[in-house]
């Protein structure tokens, strides 16, 4: 192969790399802003929020582009093939991480400054917080091709499983004991999911991870512990 070939190439993979990067970075802003926006109850953030998704869908749609042409072009394989199809993959997950964030988004333009069950916000930043610390984590695995660092982020999801069902039970109390605090609750409730979803594509990141540097899919269950639809409401058989 022609040495100008070889280095185009290459610059077409780092191309991908790049705005693969650049998504990673985006999601993390969407995610970060959404929680922001709700703990401050910022319907002007949380707009921007809304806005902002767009760019990062359109990203994702020239990451898919992009990683076609290079599959139809240069026919890729082994290591190379896998850069390519985990280039996809990722840019999917993060796609549905900024949906999510601009799902929280909308729910605060639905609550308003109407929201009567702020203690249990508390539970919903911690949530956050870990959220955006595995998302973090994943994405410079990702970077850095380390798949240990990879891996302790999967062996984590159960961390978020658990607090979002801790939260789920919180929220269900205080729906029982103030029924004006019903319709904030739900909200809540649909935001503390969304989070919860957002760790599991920040789990299939790090089973992405795994696959482009050791070529081999993840075959074990992932640990789960959203026990959530276990849970019945007090008085329920």
């Known amino acids: 192969m022609a040495e100008h070939i070889v280095s185009s190439y290459e610059n077409e993979l780092r191309g991908l790399a790049a705005k693969i990067a650049e998504m990673g970075g985006m999601a993390e802003g969407l995610v970060a802003d959404a929680v922001q926006a709700l703990t401050r109850m910022d319907t002007a953030l949380a707009q921007k929020v809304i ?9 994702q749609r020239e990451v898919e582009q992009n990683a076609i042409l290079v599959i139809a072009r240069r026919q890729p394989m082994a290591v190379d093939l896998r850069e390519v199809v985990g280039a996809l993959r990722v840019s999917s997950d993060l796609e549905r991480v900024g949906d999510l964030a601009k799902n929280i988004a909308k ?131």
């Open 107 to 237: 729910r605060v333009m639905a609550i308003g400054p109407n929201l009567n069950a702020k203690t249990a916000l508390i539970g919903v930043e911690h949530l956050s917080e870990i959220a955006l610390e595995q998302l973090k984590a994943v994405l410079d695995a990702y970077t850095a091709r380390d798949d240990a660092s990879a891996l302790k982020v999967r062996d984590r999801d159960d961390e978020i499983d658990a607090l979002y069902t801790s939260l789920f039970r919180e929220l269900l109390t205080y729906m029982m004991e103030d029924p004006r605090s019903i319709s904030s609750c739900a909200h809540l409730l649909f935001v503390a999911k969304n989070i919860e979803r957002i760790g599991d594509h920040t789990t299939n990141i790090a089973e992405t991870v795994h696959y482009v540097v050791t070529g081999e899919q993840m075959t074990d269950e992932r640990p789960k512990s959203d026990a959530s639809s276990l849970l019945k409401v007090a008085g329920q058989e």
């Open 51 to 59: 806005l902002t998704d767009t760019r990062l869908d359109r990203l």
